[in-house]
């Protein structure tokens, strides 16, 4: 019997150096908005997404590039930028052919995290895009982290329900021994006929919607398959693959 890759989940940054990232996939999963606004450009026809870790990075790197540098920290736009981390200001009028520069609060920081651990593979992962995600989880057949930006490197809600809904289909074509699996699995089951509904109950939902408005950010970022584009991290950009 062939054996099957083993598929975890850290539910923080602050636990991905308990994995193994050097044999694995990691997933990088940002829901609110990080991993749905790369997802949303890409599938928009953006070039790429270049991740980078600071404001003035994203700035210098779009000048030299003519591309669009954008971000934001706390939730706002990033002082600095004139361009934010919604999914929806990535319309193909706006994205197409150019290339996007984002920095962010956690999620850009994760893909760093992985990187510097010495990831085999490293793409971003939303409802947004999850039937990619999944599809290309399966035909690789390696070893799957499923890494949770959180915030501040604290859990959160809404990375760990995407990882239970990544977990809840793929689940056969892996070895899952894996508490924070089971667990994020457990959840997804509970709330997949209805995210939105359970979006009021996460504390970045209030963050990102009574302070900012953003509640069609919200539904965007929780529905499967509006912009199902595989980013996948390649010589220090994002591109579709």
């Not at 070039?47 to 210098?60: E, G, M, N, R």
């Not at 290309?136 to 949770?148: D, T």
Request: glycine share 6%; with cysteine; charged share 20%.
């Amino acid at each position: 019997m062939t054996k099957k890759p083993i598929l975890t989940t850290s539910i923080s940054p602050s636990l991905l150096h308990l994995y193994d990232l050097s044999s694995s996939i990691v997933v990088i999963i940002d829901v609110f908005r990080a991993t749905s606004t790369i997802a949303s450009a890409l599938y928009n026809g953006a070039k790429a997404v270049i991740p980078v870790d600071s404001v003035p990075k994203a700035i210098d790197i779009s000048k030299n590039i003519g591309g669009i540098a954008a971000g934001e920290r706390d939730g706002m736009i990033a002082e600095g930028l004139q361009h934010g981390n919604s999914p929806l200001e990535y319309s193909r009028e706006f994205i197409e052919n150019k290339t996007l520069v984002l920095t962010t609060t956690n999620g850009t920081r994760l893909l760093q995290m992985a990187l510097d651990k010495n990831a085999d593979t490293i793409i971003a992962g939303s409802f947004p895009n999850i039937s990619a995600v999944c599809d290309f989880l399966v035909k690789e057949k390696k070893n799957v982290v499923l890494g949770c930006a959180g915030w501040k490197d604290r859990f959160n809600l809404e990375d760990t329900l995407f990882a239970g809904g990544v977990i809840h289909r793929i689940q056969s074509e892996f070895t899952v021994h894996c508490d924070s699996s089971v667990m994020a699995e457990a959840m997804y089951e509970n709330h997949k006929k209805d995210l939105i509904k359970f979006a009021p109950k996460l504390t970045h939902y209030h963050r990102l919607v009574e302070r900012f408005g953003l509640i069609e950010d919200i539904k965007y970022c929780l529905t499967d398959d509006v912009a199902n584009v595989l980013p996948l991290y390649k010589e220090g950009k994002l591109i579709v693959g």
